[in-house]
């Protein structure tokens, strides 16, 4: 078998990406990162030639070509843990793809998240750093030196108060003209709402949950 033999490439979910550029391929084998369409974490790096590539748009599940099976392998036909298509994106030189999934378990054969021991949890950018220092403020730090310990040293009912204050000011802000002083506001209001967040146990990944159950 032939690894790169030339096969047009079939769309079922009708995606629009410049095919690889087979011929720059010694071996017909195109370099296949696979990233969380969620998470936007990368969980793997495979390979695929022409034909597994076929068969991920055909049958929604990516497939690779397995270099030590020498054949064809769909990610999960044995654990069942798919990665089922998302997207398909070619980069710049046509030479290698990134593939958004959405993993069905574990993606790494050791049984991690991903082949980096990593777990794939959502990432908020700065908010996820905020949460982060909003912790460690909370169990660290000298309430007569930080805001946030002096207002979890006062109980959730003053930080819940607060929320409501900054909440009143967005409001106002919003029916007004300003938009310097809505911003600052809804930046207080949305840091409170972190702090209030960690006094009653949760982050933001359990709003992104509970978001994610009432999508449709």
């Known amino acids: 078998m032939r690894i790169g033999k030339e096969i047009k490439v079939m769309s079922k979910k009708n995606m629009d990406y410049n095919t690889p550029d087979w011929n ?78 959405h993993p069905v378990g574990p993606t ?49 009912n003053k930080i819940a108060q607060k929320v409501g204050e900054e909440a009143v000011e967005t409001v106002i802000e919003a029916m007004d003209n300003n938009d310097e002083l809505f911003l600052y506001e809804s930046a207080d209001l949305l840091f409170h709402y972190l702090m209030l967040l960690q006094a009653k146990g949760f982050t933001l990944k359990d709003i992104e949950a509970e978001l994610m159950k009432r999508k449709k």
Request: negative net charge.
């Open 108 to 156: 790494c054969h050791k049984g991690t998240d991903t082949c980096w021991e990593e777990e794939n949890n959502s990432n908020f950018g700065f908010f996820s750093e905020l949460e982060a220092t909003i912790e460690q403020r909370r169990t660290a730090a000298d309430g007569e030196k930080s805001y946030v310990a002096s207002l979890f040293e006062k109980g959730i």
């Open 24 to 101: 720059k391929m010694s071996n017909g084998l195109v370099p296949t990162i696979i990233q969380d369409a969620r998470t936007k974490n990368v969980l793997m790096l495979g390979y695929m030639n022409a034909e597994a590539l076929n068969k991920t748009q055909e049958t929604g599940k990516v497939t690779f070509f397995s270099r030590s099976k020498n054949r064809l392998w769909t990610k999960g036909e044995e654990s069942g843990n798919f990665l089922n298509l998302v997207d398909i994106k070619n980069d710049c030189d046509n030479d290698s793809l990134l593939i958004s999934v």
